[in-house]
């Protein structure tokens, strides 16, 4: 069970954070205590996101709503590019940014504009279609 | 079109804050500001949620994802409750709460679950089948 | 000067929380450590209320503001209070907490203009003049 | 009336924010939807921003107050820029953020202040006249 | 060694949450999802305070002063209680707070002071020996 | 007593704060006011920081903990500083950071590794013992 854990949590990993730029948490917990490192990744990755209770697309929309709400760019970037990896649309993600600028104001709503922005250019998508 | 906005801002209205149980922003805005109080209804209900870029039940996953990680309790009960509205299953609320706990923190998680349990007994729907 | 400084707070303190309803800090801080206490005291109502720099009315604006902004509830009904105190109207405390709603999202607007309107009911201010 | 708003939009946002350095929202929110971009401003600037309820130099406060309390530093630069176009001084704008100081703590505070005297060297108004 | 993690998760939360008053994390958690709490638990009692890298009170201090910081006032309570369990007096816990006052400003203090008194009360420790 | 006050404060900051990088926040509040500035020091680093209720290596952790929480990487990394300069290890400042994450999330844990790894390479202290 726990191999199938391990197992799990290396496929969402691939998943979500293949070829992003930035930091991945893991590289700087690893650096203070790798032990720890380890079960910070089997808990968030495996135990977390592995569930099959919501689907990935869904997941990372989450993500995205309530890093843009905390003003987390660094990991907003990260999940803005993992959600772009599971199938979710530019046009869908700025949507939700401006849905939870509602909530959040206008200032940390630009700022997640402006990081969705640097994410699309690293893509190579930007400017996006906006019809 | 003015009335197009109008027509769309009432719907979804309707369609979401039907028999929510707390105090709808709305009629804090008006006893204020008649005037301001309509205008931020078209803005927020017509100009953002009616928009057909994301599907209801994710709007309200936004929504939950966003308001759980401000901590913003009595906005998290009303869109909790619109949530169920449109069709978002209890347990699904539930995973949202508990991935968001990963960029919040556990007490913000804990108190947005505390949110959500009283929404469920209030709907006659805990315990929740957790199977 | 230190007699200065301690005259000029009292002024203030006076002036600004006569008849306040709900617990001035001060005594809780008083109830830990009287020295201290005396030092917060000081330090806030005479080195920083006391300067003549800004009119009161705009210094009670700022408070408003700014404790609109953090979502300190306790703070900002001492802080509508002592506006009322020195003249700020109702309405123009209402528009300083819909202009912040700008920065700070709906949920903190809405938890502001409930505790304006428990103050106004306080002072016998309720129902504002809308006109 | 709908042209009376787009007017009074323009002449607010031409009185603040003329020849201010940094991103403007609009410019941001217009990459990504322009229609929603005219709706913003002609809420923000126009809907709330014109309307005559306080002063200018007394919106630019409370704007600062707020923003120096929430850590936006981007919309805080803007901010601090339309004071001065106002006519707001570069001490009653210091003066606001240490005021500030005492609902936020420390670290808030001193990133305003960075902030503004950014500002004020921009506009060659450094070092302020502390008399 | 996974025994040995939940005979030290038992006894660390035996250590710190014995007679507290307020509704332990852990049962919420259970009420949703007996598997994930069981999980949460063993990550943050077990892999986290159970490390003997910092000793118990300090572990507890840390505790209030980032929860203090959060106005995470349901947790704090209870870490005011762990802290007491471990030794902690009440003034080094009135210290910790008014020290966090310097970098969260005056009403995160109040409030975490506030329930640190409700907590005292508690356990029939009010009012403090100020000497 | 005043001038013991000053001695205090003065023996504290040196204690502290010596030979750190980054700005030390009494300059840019002299730069604004002087007098003020001189006040603000007495009061945090000579009525707060210099009371002999706490060892200043739990007062250093009472720090990180606390800024970490708020994000405030300014501050925190010249409480870093501080920490290592009283005699606080590396592994223990790491240790503060991961067991605040479970109260503030991912992100923040990981804008304060960041910080601490920042400055443990400023000293000459990284890679950490990580044994």
Chains 1, 2, 3, 4, 5, 6 share one sequence.
Do not use: C
């Not at 293949?18 to 650096?31: A, L």
């Amino acid at each position: 069970m726990s191999e199938d854990l391990k197992k799990r949590t290396a496929e969402t990993a691939a998943l979500y954070f293949k070829d992003v730029e930035g930091e991945v948490p893991y590289r700087i917990w690893h650096s203070f205590d790798p032990e720890l490192a380890k079960e910070f990744s089997l808990f968030i990755t495996g135990s977390i996101y592995s569930r099959e209770k919501l689907p990935h697309p869904t997941r990372q929309m989450v993500a995205v709503a309530s890093l843009a709400a905390l003003g987390a760019v660094e990991e907003l970037s990260l999940h803005l590019q993992a959600a772009l990896n599971v199938g979710v649309s530019p046009k869908e993600l700025a949507e939700v940014i401006f849905q939870v600028g509602v909530y959040t104001g206008v200032p940390a709503m630009n700022r997640a504009l402006v990081t969705l922005r640097e994410v699309l250019k690293l893509k190579g998508l930007w400017p996006p279609d906006r019809g």
